[in-house]
């Protein structure tokens, strides 16, 4: 495709990983592999709390809708760069690119919206163990997944009707294997300002607030494990937090690397955006897995296989 001086852009042309022809096997083999162990692991999460009615409970209610928004956020991006590296075709439409970056922009929000709802949980749970079930009644769980959606959705829309006011020159590369909006952006002819003001204030507000929010569950959360008097009781109440404890720092770990990294179109930059929206979804499950009883034996029972009773 030519560069041609006109701002009515058709599609965007997404650089990937590499320019070799070599490495496009052992990338795809890679990335088809990740996805499918993610859509496949937050499935059977999602099975195994739906089948199993000691885990309809406010924890996993909220867990069941994260591996929901975990599905949805690797589903936006690694199918198309999927397609891309078989066909190896680097282009993306635009109307597909905006869509994209939308869909990006809502299921990354949501995650970071119920890791939040996740650690007030564990706060009640812990802190307020008396008045956890007066707190976390199913209208309040119901209302804080709701919330979490339409502020999501809005903001995304939002941001989605902005760009759809922008008009772009010649060059239509986005150095990246998706629609990243900030690289989007530096490729606009007209006026962003507003687009640009609008980015760093909801990136602040969603990096800042949640995460404001995480570390004051987790230092009461502390502080109330610290003052059990038994060392029993001090592993029982960690337990119960340690799992979202880990994706709360996987997720923020790597989604900051990705903010800081000075150029994500280089390689480090890839592999950290790698590493926030293939690695940290696909970990969940695995995590939450591994380290709770419960729901050992949900999915021992979907899976078909007999729990062990202890």
Request: proline letters at 4%; charged letters at 10%; glycine letters at 4%.
């Amino acid at each position: 495709m030519e560069p041609r001086n006109q701002t009515s852009v058709t599609e965007f042309l997404l650089l990937g990983f590499s320019q070799a022809s070599v490495y496009q096997p052992l990338l795809f083999g890679l990335f088809l592999s990740m996805y499918l162990v993610t859509v496949l692991g937050n499935l059977l999460i999602i099975l195994a709390i739906s089948s199993d009615s000691r885990l309809h409970t406010p924890m996993y209610f909220f867990l069941s809708n994260l591996s929901f928004a975990d599905i949805s956020f690797v589903s936006t991006t690694v199918p198309k760069m999927l397609v891309n590296i078989q066909t190896q075709s680097k282009s993306i439409t635009y109307a597909g690119c905006i869509t994209q970056m939308y869909f990006f922009m809502v299921f990354g929000g949501m995650d970071t919206f119920l890791l939040t709802v996740m650690a007030y949980d564990r706060f009640v749970a812990i802190c307020h163990p008396l008045h956890y079930p007066v707190i976390m009644n199913p209208r309040l769980c119901g209302l804080l997944v709701l919330m979490s959606w339409l502020i999501s959705l809005s903001y995304s829309l939002i941001q989605s009707l902005l760009i759809l006011r922008l008009s772009f020159c010649t060059n239509w590369v986005i150095p990246h294997f998706y629609c990243e909006l900030a690289k989007a952006l530096t490729l606009a002819c007209s006026d962003t300002l507003v687009n640009h003001i609008l980015l760093y204030m909801v990136t602040s507000l969603l990096g800042i607030v949640p995460f404001s929010g995480i570390l004051f569950s987790y230092t009461r959360i502390a502080s109330s494990i610290l003052r059990i008097p038994t060392a029993n009781g001090k592993y029982k109440a960690f337990s119960t937090c340690a799992s979202h404890l880990s994706v709360v720092s996987l997720f923020y770990g790597t989604g900051l690397g990705v903010y800081l990294s000075s150029d994500a179109s280089s390689w480090r930059g890839m592999i950290t955006s790698v590493m926030y929206t293939m690695v940290t979804p696909m970990l969940n499950p695995f995590i939450y897995s591994l380290r709770n009883r419960d729901i050992k034996r949900a999915l021992q029972n979907v899976l078909g296989r007999t729990p062990y009773v202890q």
